[in-house]
């Protein structure tokens, strides 16, 4: 179960909210979840998980680097399984629903715009906020 051998590198202790937080997150169709979002879908499952419960496993969670937390303008927070691969993010302004993308060109720019101004740029974060083009 590799849940397990996840919750234990992250440094916690392996019990059963844990597993079905983790599990859910893992196998989602939506990536970014909120823990209103997290916790329906257990119930759903017929998982009886409290929504403090959610909560606090999120936080802990984020904490323990599993997920990252986004506090979108407009919305909730939302969560998602910490990658090791770089994104950004676009949230449709009128739905909430969030699309993630990676281009090089904007990474490559946003590096040199910090070197212009004599830094390196060691971290960002780039979300746009976007609403469909009227056809």
Same mark, same amino acid.
């Given at each position: 179960?590799?849940?397990?051998?996840?919750?234990?590198?992250?440094?916690?202790? %392996?019990?059963?909210?844990?597993?079905?937080?983790?599990?859910?997150?893992?196998?989602?169709?939506?990536?970014?979840?909120?823990?209103?979002?997290?916790?329906?879908?257990?119930?759903?499952?017929?998982?009886?998980?409290?929504?403090?419960?959610?909560?606090? %496993?999120?936080?802990?969670?984020?904490?323990?680097?599993?997920?990252?937390?986004?506090?979108?303008?407009?919305?909730?927070? =939302?969560?998602?399984?910490?990658?090791?691969?770089?994104? #950004?993010?676009?949230? #449709?302004?009128?739905?909430?629903? =969030?699309?993630?993308?990676?281009?090089?060109?904007?990474?490559?720019?946003?590096?040199?715009?910090?070197?212009?101004?004599?830094?390196?740029?060691?971290?960002?974060?780039?979300?746009?906020? =976007?609403?469909?083009?009227?056809?």
């Amino acid at each position: 179960m590799s849940e397990n051998i996840d919750l234990k590198k992250a440094g916690l202790k %392996v019990t059963l909210p844990r597993i079905k937080v983790l599990k859910l997150l893992e196998h989602a169709e939506e990536q970014h979840m909120s823990a209103e979002d997290v916790y329906k879908s257990l119930l759903e499952t017929g998982d009886d998980v409290g929504l403090a419960t959610v909560y606090r %496993v999120l936080t802990q969670f984020e904490t323990a680097g599993l997920v990252l937390r986004h506090n979108f303008e407009g919305g909730h927070a =939302v969560f998602e399984l910490a990658k090791d691969e770089h994104h #950004d993010h676009m949230v #449709d302004v009128d739905s909430g629903k =969030v699309v993630e993308f990676f281009d090089e060109l904007i990474e490559n720019r946003q590096k040199e715009i910090a070197a212009e101004h004599g830094f390196e740029l060691v971290d960002h974060s780039l979300t746009l906020y =976007v609403r469909p083009l009227k056809k």
